[in-house]
């Protein structure tokens, strides 16, 4: 009796099991998004981002790249994300400080290029994007920047025939709003992953450094790589690299962000991938040119407080060092990356 | 014997059967339809005894003048509870609800509760921190709301916006934005309400009761913390500034009435 008793009601259990397997894959009958594959380069660590959160597609992609190009997400029409990340400069603006943006305005710092975003904790040289879904609002709201409201960026996507068709095949329905507007632009911002330089073909195997490019990667490591740390070529912390603090910015960095003494004149360690390309340097773009910053590290550091205590000595380099590093920084130039027609306008 | 082993198995058949293809909600969609509600939280924007209406001019404990033009905050994390048998129910925590004096369609905060009595009701002012680092959200969390800062990601979990000849801050206004989910400064107050002396609120299916909140304006400048005009328009980053805001205006709400 017991026993008819189980099996019965494992039947049931069954059953219901079945008819629920059924009823979901009638909804998933209807052909979906085609999935896109993140690929992890050798070498490089677990990314920060969770993609079950936001799962890639073609489709999800396709939206975010248009966006991407999109002069609609400004105020004025004329500054898309893509007048600031241009692509042959790795996605910096190229040869400017700080970029243009609305009504004739400056930014008040260096649009900083745009590749392996998926292993950045937060975004903005002082960190205060906690998450790189919401990065895009920083500059989309920024009076100096883009110029627009949320609201109204949504309005015009709504009125637009094409973005219509594209949320359908991205999301599954026309509903567009700002989360879905983010996700996928955070889907195109992903995607740009830079890890294709000769660095990464002579870590393969497939190609080797001169003689001078490997003495230049020797003395990197030895006195750069604590920071610009492989395979990102950054650690991602927040640092005083003892830049004197410019009277026009005042800008303290990180403590905006914290309010903490101790984060004053901290940026974001950036990645040294594609340096040839995202002059000019630093969280202001002050230096045009890689000898200016040697200069920087070899006599130019000012003690603070928070100086990083890795610069306490400088960083001093014979003229044959310098000519090495310099020759060792331009295999970090992915030249495919930057011309890859994915992410092409 | 029989009844023993099916009764869990039978547990199991219907789990099986309502969870399969349950939606998921990304933190921000408000799962209850208009007609599925028993219980209703409604909030009644006030500055003491009157109706607050936007930009008339009333006065603060310090005697200074003031207009507001917006006023909202979030409500999460809904508890009912039932102080003679302690038994406590939580409504999905993964609600989040703006009330916006500007739109009165905001002020109702429905709900679905297990029916029961309950003479207390619980909440938080805000939005928890995991919601503030879990990236873009839709719904009432929806950046779009203006309750979100873009230039350091947060939300801004109450707002009072404002004229006032007391300020000297430009055109007259007054500004607090009041965010920050972690560390020493985290802003987000629980506020614990008892209904009016003897009244429940009975929840019951097929049926709904409704809580009436005064959420009055004036609460923002005292206690325990003297927030004059005069002395401090403008707090519009987390901080202890911020924090000291957020302990007045966890104050500001009463339960005035319950209709079953």
């Not at chain 1, 894959?25 to 959160?53: E, H, M, V, W």
């Not at chain 1, 004025?76 to 603006?93: I, K, L, M, V, Y």
């Not at chain 2, 297990?114 to 619980?122: E, Q």
């Not at chain 2, 350091?152 to 009041?178: D, R, V």
């Amino acid at each position: 009796m017991k026993k008819t008793g189980v099996t019965i009601t494992g039947l049931v259990v069954l059953i219901a099991l079945c008819v629920n397997i059924n009823s979901c894959r009638k909804s998933d009958a209807r052909k979906g998004p085609s999935s896109l594959t993140f690929n992890i380069p050798a070498g490089f660590p677990a990314p920060a981002y969770d993609f079950t959160s936001n799962p890639l597609t073609q489709e999800g992609f396709n939206l975010g790249k248009k966006l991407f190009y999109d002069g609609r997400l400004s105020k004025d029409g004329n500054f898309p994300c893509g007048s600031c990340h241009q692509q042959f400069a790795a996605f910096a603006t190229f040869d400017h400080d700080l970029s243009h943006g609305f009504n004739d305005q400056f930014t008040t710092r260096n649009a900083p290029g745009l590749y392996n975003l998926a292993w950045h904790k937060a975004m903005h040289w002082d960190g205060g994007i906690n998450h790189i879904e919401n990065q895009p609002l920083a500059p989309i709201t920024a009076p100096n920047e883009m110029a627009e409201d949320i609201t109204n960026v949504i309005s015009k996507l709504k009125a637009d025939e094409e973005y219509k068709r594209m949320f359908v095949a991205a999301f599954g329905d026309d509903e567009i709003n700002s989360q879905r507007m983010l996700k996928s632009l955070t889907q195109f911002m992903l995607m740009l992953v830079s890890a294709d330089s000769k660095y990464d073909r002579v870590k393969k195997g497939t190609a080797t450094f001169t003689a001078a490019e490997q003495s230049g990667y020797v003395i990197f490591q030895s006195k750069c790589a604590s920071c610009h740390k492989e395979p990102l070529f950054t650690d991602l912390s927040y640092r005083n690299n003892g830049l004197v603090i410019s009277n026009f910015l005042q800008d303290f960095g990180r403590m905006r962000i914290t309010n903490k003494k101790e984060d004053s004149l901290k940026f974001k360690v950036p990645s040294l991938r594609n340096i040839e390309l995202t002059f000019p340097y630093m969280h202001d773009g002050r230096f045009y040119t890689i000898d200016q910053v040697l200069n920087h590290y070899a006599t130019g550091v000012q003690n603070s407080a928070t100086l990083d205590p890795l610069l306490q000595n400088r960083i001093a380099l014979s003229t044959t060092e310098r000519l090495n590093m310099r020759a060792f920084l331009k295999t970090l130039t992915d030249s495919s990356f930057v011309k890859d027609s994915r992410f092409a306008e | 014997m029989k009844n023993r082993l099916l009764a869990p198995l039978l547990i199991i058949t219907l789990t099986a059967l309502t969870v399969g293809c349950s939606k998921e909600f990304s933190g921000t969609g408000k799962p209850v339809k208009p007609d599925e509600y028993n219980l209703a939280l409604d909030f009644k924007p006030s500055v003491d005894s009157l109706r607050l209406k936007l930009d008339s001019v009333y006065t603060n404990i310090w005697g200074e003048n003031y207009s507001v033009s917006a006023f909202k905050f979030y409500i999460s994390k809904i508890d009912l509870i039932n102080t003679d048998s302690n038994k406590i129910y939580s409504i999905n925590a993964e609600n989040y609800f703006l009330v916006d004096a500007a739109d009165s369609t905001t002020w109702t905060v429905k709900l679905k509760s297990a029916p029961f009595r309950y003479n207390k009701v619980a909440f938080i002012v805000g939005v928890d921190s995991l919601r503030n680092v879990s990236g873009a959200q839709t719904g009432d969390l929806d950046p779009a709301k203006g309750m979100f800062w873009t230039w350091n990601s947060g939300y801004i979990m109450a707002k009072l916006e404002g004229k006032s000849s007391s300020s000297t801050a430009a055109n007259n206004k007054f500004e607090y934005h009041i965010g920050g989910f972690s560390g020493p400064d985290n802003v987000l107050r629980k506020t614990v309400l008892l209904f009016p002396f003897g009244e429940y609120s009975e929840v019951l299916p097929g049926s709904s009761s409704v809580i009436t909140i005064k959420a009055n304006v004036n609460a923002w400048f005292y206690n325990p913390h003297d927030l004059k005009i005069e002395d401090k328009p403008v707090v519009t980053t987390p901080g202890p500034e911020a924090k000291a805001v957020s302990e007045n205006y966890s104050k500001m709400f009463t339960v005035t009435e319950i209709s079953n």
